[in-house]
């Protein structure tokens, strides 16, 4: 079975992200092997919900677009399952807890297992909170992804000392979505978050160019781009697999 450890190992891990179900199942499958093609690391695969409180619109869009095609849980893990043996690198899931809670636990994270997922990312499902799903995503070899925000500065070091897969850290205050400029001092907090564990630090929220990629890539472990994807995704549609292969060519070749 993959390993999220995989993504970082020996190099900077580029990590994407995709709305399942946008602009539909079949089109996300083929979205998943076009970002492989480019030389994603990792790829994150959204759950649509229909409240996405972590988003911003570029998202959250896509999340209304897939939920209008009828796209639901079951669904997303039956794809990822139907790709599984053309996908050599870690695929993880980014959900909300309701869809999983409603899912039930132990089937979800067993499904994940089936279906090749070896990291799922639970944004509303806060650290101190995580043992009711946690102990059934370690029966089934499945981490669970943690977040570090900006303001998560008391409770550093106890997320980091138990985190597992890659630790999330959250670039700005706000919801996801394209940024000209980030003025966090991401590297100060790096540093934080390394003297408690050896565990990889990607960052995300707002990264969009090459020339961002770079910078941040000097920093972490690896970088997260998730709405610029889904914008082409939006912009294309059913014609969107080149565009996204293209730009994460770039992407990974600026890191």
């Given at each position: 079975?993959?390993?999220?450890?995989?993504?970082?190992?020996?190099?900077?891990?580029?990590?994407?992200?995709?709305?399942?179900?946008?602009?539909?199942?079949?089109?996300?499958?083929?979205y998943?092997l076009?970002?492989?093609e480019?030389?994603a690391?990792?790829i994150?695969?959204?759950?649509?919900?229909?409240?996405?409180?972590?988003?911003?619109?570029?998202?959250?869009?896509?999340?209304a677009?897939?939920?209008?095609q009828?796209?639901?849980?079951?669904?997303?893990?039956?794809?990822?399952?139907s790709?599984?043996?053309?996908?050599?690198?870690?695929?993880?899931l980014?959900?909300?807890?309701?869809?999983?809670?409603?899912?039930?636990?132990?089937?979800f994270?067993?499904?994940?297992?089936e279906?090749g997922?070896?990291?799922?990312?639970?944004?509303d499902?806060?650290?101190?909170?995580?043992?009711?799903?946690?102990?059934?995503?370690?029966?089934?070899?499945?981490?669970?992804v943690?977040?570090?925000?900006?303001?998560?500065?008391?409770?550093?070091a106890?997320i980091?000392a138990?985190?597992?897969?890659?630790i999330?850290?959250?670039?700005?205050?706000?919801?996801?979505?394209?940024?000209?400029e980030?003025?966090?001092?991401?590297a100060?907090?790096?540093?934080?978050?390394?003297?408690?564990?050896?565990?990889?630090?990607?960052?995300?929220?707002?990264?969009?160019t090459?020339?961002q990629?770079?910078?941040?890539?000097?920093?972490?472990?690896?970088?997260?781009?998730g709405?610029?994807?889904v914008?082409?995704?939006?912009?294309h549609?059913?014609h969107?697999?080149?565009?996204?292969r293209?730009?994460?060519?770039?992407?990974?070749?600026?890191?």
């Open positions: 079975m993959k390993r999220i450890a995989d993504a970082f190992n020996g190099k900077k891990a580029f990590i994407a992200y995709l709305m399942a179900g946008d602009p539909n199942l079949a089109k996300s499958a083929e998943i076009a970002a492989q480019g030389g690391n990792l994150e695969i959204g759950i649509p919900f229909s409240d996405p409180v972590a988003e911003g619109p570029v998202i959250e869009s896509a999340a677009r897939a939920l209008a009828g796209t639901q849980l079951k669904d997303v893990l039956a794809m990822v399952a790709i599984q043996d053309r996908v050599h690198i870690p695929l993880l980014m959900t909300y807890c309701n869809p999983v809670f409603v899912f039930g636990y132990a089937k994270f067993a499904r994940c297992a279906a997922v070896c990291g799922v990312i639970i944004p499902l806060p650290f101190e909170e995580q043992a009711e799903a946690q102990v059934h995503a370690r029966a089934h070899g499945v981490e669970m943690t977040l570090i925000a900006p303001t998560s500065q008391e409770r550093v106890k980091a138990e985190a597992e897969g890659f999330y850290l959250v670039s700005s205050l706000g919801v996801t979505g394209v940024r000209s980030i003025t966090t001092d991401l100060a907090i790096v540093a934080d978050i390394k003297r408690h564990t050896s565990t990889p630090v990607a960052v995300g929220f707002g990264i969009s090459p020339e990629a770079a910078l941040y890539a000097q920093v972490t472990d690896g970088v997260i781009v709405s610029a994807i914008q082409l995704i939006a912009q549609g059913e969107a697999a080149t565009h996204v293209e730009y994460i060519a770039g992407m990974r070749a600026a890191m």
